[in-house]
C-alpha cells in the first residue's frame, strides 16, 4: 500500500462537490462586509448559496425589505469579487440568531458612538421586584423606570422633551425634531 503525501489527501478532498460548495461559501463570506457595508454586514448573515441563489439572513423584516430592493446592486458586486456566479439573494429573517451574530465589535462601536445612546452610568432604574402580577402593574413599573430615566436628561430646546446628550451635540434638538426640520 503507497503512502500519499497530506498535500494529494487535501487535494483530493477539495475535488469533491461538497468540498467546492464549501469553498465558495468561504469566499463569499470573505467578502461579504466589503460589498454591503459594515453596517448592513452587522444586521445580516449570509446562510447557504443553494442552486446559485444566496440566502441572507437579516436581524429584522425591515432590513429583509430594504435589501431585496437593492439586491440587483449588491448581486453584481458580489459576482465581480467571486470566482462563480451567483443568479439571485434571499433575504429572510427565519435563519436569524440574535446571540451568534450581534457580538461584532462593528455593531458595538457603532452603538458605543451614537448620539441617541445614554451611558449606564447616568441611568438611575427604579427597583423591580422579581414577580410582576399583570399588565397594569408592569406597565406602571416601566413606566417609573423610563420617568426616573428622563429625569437627568437635558431637554430639547424645541420640543422640550427629555434627550440624551449626544443627540443636542450632533443636531441641537432631539432625534424626533431633527427628523420634522429635514421634512
Excluded at 434627550?163 to 426640520?181: I, M, N, Y
Aim: aromatic content about 8%.
Amino acid at each position: 500500500m503507497p503512502f500519499s503525501s497530506l498535500q494529494q489527501v487535501l487535494g483530493g478532498f477539495e475535488d469533491h462537490n461538497h468540498w467546492q460548495k464549501r469553498k465558495q461559501f468561504r469566499q463569499l463570506l470573505q467578502c461579504w462586509s466589503d460589498v454591503v457595508g459594515s453596517v448592513v454586514a452587522a444586521q445580516t448573515q449570509p446562510v447557504s448559496i443553494q442552486r446559485q441563489v444566496l440566502q441572507v439572513a437579516t436581524s429584522s423584516a425591515v432590513w429583509a425589505q430594504n435589501l431585496a430592493f437593492e439586491r440587483q446592486r449588491i448581486l453584481e458586486k458580489l459576482n465581480t469579487r467571486l470566482s462563480y456566479q451567483i443568479t439571485d439573494i434571499r433575504f429572510s429573517t427565519a435563519c436569524w440568531r440574535r446571540e451568534t451574530y450581534t457580538t461584532s465589535s462593528e455593531s458595538s462601536i457603532l452603538w458605543q458612538e451614537h448620539p441617541s445612546r445614554i451611558s449606564i452610568a447616568s441611568v438611575h432604574p427604579v427597583s423591580l421586584s422579581p414577580s410582576i402580577c399583570d399588565p397594569q402593574t408592569a406597565f406602571q413599573r416601566w413606566s417609573a423606570i423610563v420617568r426616573d430615566r428622563s429625569r437627568h436628561l437635558p431637554t430639547c430646546p424645541r420640543c422640550q422633551c427629555p434627550t440624551p446628550p449626544g443627540e443636542l451635540q450632533r443636531w441641537s434638538v432631539c432625534a424626533v425634531c431633527a427628523v420634522k426640520k429635514k421634512g
